[in-house]
């Protein structure tokens, strides 16, 4: 889940700190949630957690991606980033990553959807905490085909 403080949808983008509007509606148009934020009751003004109000888990991790985002970071690590987008929200996030790669911003994503791996260039697969393979993306994505069981029912090798 995506943590948000109290405070408004700017703040949060702006990690609380001293917000530069024009830094805070960059960072929502890369995370494609400006249009999004302009619709909700006060845009970017409104607060997080305001009466009557609440933001869906997609919203919520759009705006955290835009808060990732903000003030052009070299470094940006998400995790899970496409837990519970739909999908315009997992649009959004694949145009944000390419635009990273576009800056050279390295970008270490923590995922179990593979549509996201189609995007980065190493791989590293990790289980019970250490490291099991690493390598550029479609080598590492061969082997863990490989190394996957036939589906039940489907025709594996024969015996005669």
């Known amino acids: ?36 934020i302009l619709h909700l009751p006060a845009g970017y003004d409104t607060p997080i957690y305001g009466p009557g109000f609440v933001l869906s888990g997609g919203q919520r991790q759009r705006i955290g991606l835009a808060r990732a985002l903000y003030d052009n970071p070299r470094i940006v690590v998400l995790d899970e980033p496409n837990a519970n987008l739909d999908e315009e929200g997992d649009l959004s996030l694949l145009r944000a990553v390419q635009q990273l790669q576009k800056q050279q911003t390295t970008l270490v994503l923590v995922t179990h959807k593979l549509n996201i791996l189609n995007q980065v260039d190493t791989i590293m697969v990790l289980e019970n905490g250490e490291i099991r393979m690493v390598g550029p993306r479609q080598a590492v994505l061969e082997k863990l085909r490989a190394a996957q069981p036939p589906p039940p029912g489907s025709s594996g090798p024969q015996s005669a």
């Open 1 to 36: 889940t995506i943590e948000l403080f109290p405070g408004t949808v700017a703040e949060n983008i702006a990690r609380m700190g001293t917000s530069d509007p024009m830094k805070v509606v960059e960072a929502a148009t890369l995370a494609g949630v400006h249009d999004m």
